[in-house]
């Protein structure tokens, strides 16, 4: 059958790639499985309670959960009632919270546990939209989940025949979604996505990689993200086994637990990966680490569709054998296929895991984009390490004349909710949208994007700085979790470190460098000193007016929680720049005293 719908990702799944573990979630510390038929099932009885209760085609409805079967069953109910899903973070603060569900106009919301049906639920009267809380975990007091199923099976036989005469009247064009913004500046936007966006974009993709039915994946960064879901819907939609892990605590007990042969990650996650795999290394003694480092250098000038040599091969080979095929085993044993998207992966970490059989697969997208615009296509070998792969069969790009990547197609959105003029300005009058971000077409054909177009600066000397790039080169280092680079209108480059506290802690030990906490230990002579020289080593592939000059290192650790990085982990800046003003002014006081 052809899939025109989200929901109608099941009846396809029903007759051409059934499974028993269609769906899985962790309950008291055991895996439940949902077959493809209990699958569709549970989304039928789900949609059918929603419209006892009244639900009508266009009403928004949120979920704020991490992931489990649930939030698929919920989408999936949704869709087949022509509600629009609203996917909402559940680590976001509460202004965030009613600043969605107020512009939103949200009628019910779909929770996971007492935490935050604690602090949503006084919501009701206070947000004039807002009817009801659905909780998924038993929470005392509160409306759970299993109400609605009960009630779309106590109303089968009356609702049944009204639910597939809505299903049918569902065009492709119609609203299935509405994702806001996680916004690293400025007051999120509602994107407006329909089933042909989301349906145009992950069939397209669904044949860059040959995986089905004899396979399992696990799924882990926030559904609510749209690269995430999307690709949700590219496994279910290939008859892969989707494992829900609802924390990021979860992910390496699950891992080993479901021998995952795909999932998605983020640049940052597969970053600590490697550093931890390259810290055991160096853990090693004798020839185990000199056998364990050649086959890193190895996979470091590993090139995809490389004409490689016997000699190469044969050492590939033995490296497979005496090492990476230990990496493998360490990730499940039977992971194949990363797809890496969100931000720029360092090219040593893709080369590396695909030399040890882990094929990186990266991607770019926008949640207005629903959300790849490109991606790398094991399939057909279109991969090359540094770029985010092909354009996608029917989405179009190209580059302005400033760099900036413009691209139209099928997968892009309706527009923003309720904000017609932000719309009108990204979309312009022949229908390209403009996506911010600054890239080429390497070789005619590969996506690479170089920077963020609003983030890149000029110094005072007229050169322009592209930070995202230097920031990616300097988090090589061993030392270094996250970076800033600032310079605007300043005569050269700085930087602000957040240290990899957990290598530093190790190095000052093996360096018998005492301090009481992480203020002292970044302060201490030896450690500034050891961040000089890996600052210099990097300056020496930057060009002249790209180096850093100075830096400061920070006793903070950086994250979504604390308020530094994005919930997908990217930097904000100007929460980082107003963080570390008084750092950013010691570092530029004395070059404008110069003046």
Known sequence: MVVKRTFDILENCLKNCPRPDAVCGKYDNQWITFSTEQFARQSELLAMGLMAIG?????????????RP???????????TGAVHVPVYPTISEEEYRYIFTHAETRFIFVSDDKLFKKLSPMIGQIASLEQVFVFNNVTGATNIKS???????????????LQQMKQSIGEDEMATMIYTSGTTGIPKGVMLSHRNLVSNFTAHANNFDLGTAHK????????????????????????????????????????EVQPHIFCGVPRLLERVYNSILTKGKQLKGIKKMLFFWAVDLGRVYEHNMKMSLWYRLQLAIADKLIY?????????????????????????????????IYVLEGYGLTETSPVVAVGNLRTHQLKVGTNGPVLPGVEVKIADDGEILTKGPNLMLGYYREPELTAGVIDEDGWFHTGDIGILDEGKYLKITDRKKEMFKLTGGKYIAPQMIENKLKESMFI??????????????AVISPNFE????????????YKDNAEAVAHPKVQSEFLKEVKEINKTLGQHEEIKRFRITADSWSAQTGELSQ?????RKVLEAKYKGLIEEIFAPSREED
């Open 55 to 67: 639900i009508q085609k266009g009403d928004r409805v949120a979920t704020v959960s991490g992931n």
């Open 70 to 80: 649930e939030w698929s069953f919920v989408d999936m109910a949704l869709a087949m």
């Open 148 to 162: 609605l199923y009960e009630l779309g099976e106590t109303r089968e036989h009356e609702l049944s025949p009204a």
């Open 217 to 256: 994946s696990i799924s882990f960064l926030p559904l609510c993200h749209i690269f995430e879901r999307i690709v949700n819907y590219n496994f279910l939609y290939k008859g892969i086994g989707v494992y829900y892990v609802e924390s990021l605590a979860q992910i390496m007990p699950a891992i080993k």
């Open 325 to 357: 095929s230990k990496w493998r085993a360490g990730l499940g044993g039977n992971l194949q296929i990363v797809v890496s998207g969100g931000a720029a992966l360092q090219p040593r970490i893709a080369r590396v895991f695909s030399a040890a059989k």
């Open 481 to 494: 979790d996250q970076v800033i680079v600032i310079g605007d209108h300043e005569k050269f480059a700085s």
């Open 503 to 514: 290598y530093l802690h190790d190095w000052c030990a093996s360096q018998q460098i005492l």
């Open 568 to 572: 997908t982990l990217k930097l904000k």
